[in-house]
């Protein structure tokens, strides 16, 4: 059974790099026909897609956050990692790792979900 | 503002059935077949329900199925039960753009 672990600072300076990491058991990162992926959740809000990467490295990531996103693969501690720089309070949500089956094209396995604050 | 638009709030009364609405672009739902719906409950995270416009996985009750009709895709949820009140996602892969894109929510009411 997969399960997604996420990690990470709660709270977050303006203008700072949040940074979050998933820890997957269950699953090796670097194997089968997936993608890693992260998606977030304002309080009380909708769920937006952040960027995904696959089993090989490629990655994909929302052009609405203007290249501020980098996710990366650590297969040595089965993790995946997301980096958003310059972060503002607009930042500020739920965020999920997910498990994304390319053949089915849907978010199979989600995280607990981790709260992510941006504030001074 | 999301690529894919749902009503916001919907409510129906136990036993009945009740659509839920996924209205996108042409390029995305009336193209391809990459439609999925998540059930969300409260501080709890979503759930997939329906992948590939029709399929549902393992587990997932056959009181809900999907469908599409043009640049419409449905999630109908037959016989409401009470545990069905919850917030309902849409989401679709979008081939030519390599992102994938969520529809508001739809926020469930079972009277």
């Known amino acids: 059974q997969v399960q997604l672990q996420e990690s990470g600072p709660g709270l977050v300076r303006p203008s700072q790099t949040l940074s979050l990491t998933c820890t997957v058991s269950?699953?090796?990162?670097?194997?089968?026909?997936?993608?890693w992926s992260w998606v977030r959740q304002p309080a009380g809000k909708g769920l937006e897609w952040i960027g995904q990467?696959?089993?090989?490295?490629?990655?994909h990531y929302n052009p609405s956050l203007r290249g501020r996103v980098t996710i990366s693969l650590d297969p040595s501690k089965n993790q995946f990692s997301l980096s958003l720089t310059s972060v503002s309070a607009a930042d500020t949500a739920l965020y999920y790792c997910?498990?994304?089956?390319?053949?089915?094209?849907?978010?199979?396995?989600w995280g607990q979900g981790t709260m992510v604050t941006v504030s001074s | 503002q999301s690529a894919l638009t749902q009503p916001a709030s919907l409510s129906a009364s136990p036993g009945q059935s009740i659509t839920i609405s996924c209205t996108g672009p042409?390029?995305?739902?009336?193209?391809?077949?990459?439609v999925s719906w998540y059930q969300q409950h409260p501080g709890k995270a979503p759930k997939l329900l329906i992948y590939?416009?029709?399929h549902r996985p393992s587990g997932v009750s056959v009181r809900f199925s999907g469908s599409r009709a043009g640049i419409t895709a449905s999630l109908t949820i037959s016989d409401l039960q009470a545990e069905d009140e919850a917030d309902y996602y849409c989401?679709?892969?979008?081939?030519?753009?390599?992102?994938?894109?969520f529809g508001g929510g739809t926020k469930l009411t079972v009277l």
């Open positions: 997910v498990k994304y089956i390319d053949s089915w094209d849907a978010f199979e396995v």
């Open positions: 269950g699953n090796f990162v670097n194997s089968g026909p997936y993608y």
């Open positions: 990467i696959y089993t090989t490295g490629k990655t």
């Open positions: 042409y390029d995305v739902i009336a193209s391809y077949n990459y």
């Open positions: 590939e416009l029709t």
């Open positions: 989401a679709s892969y979008t081939p030519p753009k390599n992102l994938v894109v």
